[in-house]
Nanobody, 124 residues
């Protein structure tokens, strides 16, 4: 069983930055494709970013491309989401997710494990 624990959320002004971390345990991180999703109040959970097992490939939602960067440190069993130039519409609970198999990285049902989420609030 894989446990994922997010940290790094908080309140930030528009234009600011935050770095989210996702610490994994129970399985070697290098065997997992990692993703970040977010859910704003009253909205469905949506894909934000994903990274391949080695870190060599990444994918982003159009809404965050150029502002967010996903990365991983397999030696530390941790994945990250660097968020720059934050906007009020980025306000949401951010979830770390992991999947064992391949397939679409932006498809929420493909993910096998989820963290509890961390709140990100961007004030205008």
């Amino acid at each position: 069983q894989v446990q994922l624990v997010e940290s790094g959320g908080g309140l930030v002004q528009a234009g600011g930055s935050l770095r989210l971390s996702c610490a994994a345990s129970g399985r070697t991180l290098s065997t997992l494709i990692m993703g970040w999703f977010r859910q704003a109040p009253g909205k469905e959970r949506e894909f934000v970013a994903a990274i391949s097992r080695s870190g060599g490939r990444t994918a982003y939602a159009d809404s965050v491309k150029g502002r967010f960067t996903i990365s991983r440190d397999n030696a530390k069993n941790t994945a990250y989401l660097q968020m720059n130039t934050l906007k009020p519409e980025d306000t949401a609970v951010y979830y770390c997710a992991a999947k064992l198999g391949g397939g679409d990285v932006n498809y929420i049902l493909r993910y096998d494990y989820w963290g509890q989420g961390t709140q990100v609030t961007v004030s205008s």
